[in-house]
């Protein structure tokens, strides 16, 4: 028997103890010490023997039955680690397949954005059909005012009269005597009205006609408008 520092002592034991004369349970209570403590068996004879024999078995019997509980509880511990590590491996591969769609779809959105923004480039490019940003003056490169003279391009297209080269000069250098946001404010003001020239401030009143010609050159004028 293993070595212990306890055991259990059983009911059936005392009722029988108390019958005992007082030697004999002094030698019995020695054996029970001396056998849990250090697993020696005592040297009883006759009588004695036949009353150990049944307390020997008892102990061993509750001996293999806490070596096998505690065996149970080992292996289901072992196992319960297993499964740990088995749920923190799928976990973590499970975090590592995320990050991977993860990583897979962001290089996908940059390549989608990146499609997208040569797109929105080659549009650029195509509203600006024949004026470069280059012919911007410097003072108004911003922006702002580049995508309000794209606008103001596509206006003129859209009113089948669009600019030339020389005319979008002109126009570029009368804006260019303006700051950004006025510029940006004339461009806005023309389209909102439907008009195909830019004026610095509201569009200014045709002259009176200084003769019939010059009346029926307004009146066709107008008519055109």
């Known amino acids: 028997m293993k070595q212990k520092d306890s055991f259990i002592m059983y009911l059936e034991w005392l009722e029988s103890f108390l019958v005992l004369p007082e030697n004999e349970l002094r030698m019995i209570l020695t054996a029970l010490r001396n056998y849990v403590k250090?697993?020696?068996?005592?040297e009883?004879?006759?009588?004695?023997?036949?009353y150990w024999i049944p307390i020997q078995n008892r102990l061993d019997r509750a001996q293999q039955k806490y070596d096998a509980t505690c065996q149970k509880r080992?292996?289901?511990?072992?196992?319960g680690g297993l499964k740990r590590q088995a749920n923190q491996a799928f976990a973590s591969n499970c975090k590592q397949t995320v990050a991977n769609q993860a990583d897979h779809e962001h290089d996908h959105d940059n390549e989608l954005s990146n499609d997208n923004k040569k797109k929105i480039q080659k549009e650029k490019e195509k509203n600006f059909s024949f004026v470069a940003v280059d012919f911007i003056p410097e003072e108004l490169k911003t922006p702002e005012f580049i995508a309000s003279w794209g606008d103001w391009e596509n206006y003129r297209k859209e009113r089948r009269k669009a600019l030339t080269p020389s005319s979008a000069k002109r126009q570029l250098k009368m804006l260019a005597e303006h700051s950004a946001s006025e510029a940006i404010a004339m461009i806005e003001r023309s389209i909102r009205n439907g008009w195909t020239g830019l004026f610095p401030g509201d569009k200014p009143k045709s002259p009176?006609?200084?003769n019939s010609i010059d009346a029926e050159i307004a009146r066709l004028e107008e008519l055109c408008k």
Do not use: L, S, V, Y
């Open 38 to 42: 250090n697993g020696m068996e005592p």
């Open 44 to 50: 009883f004879i006759g009588t004695m023997k036949a």
């Open 74 to 79: 080992a292996e289901a511990g072992r196992q």
């Open 208 to 210: 009176e006609p200084t």
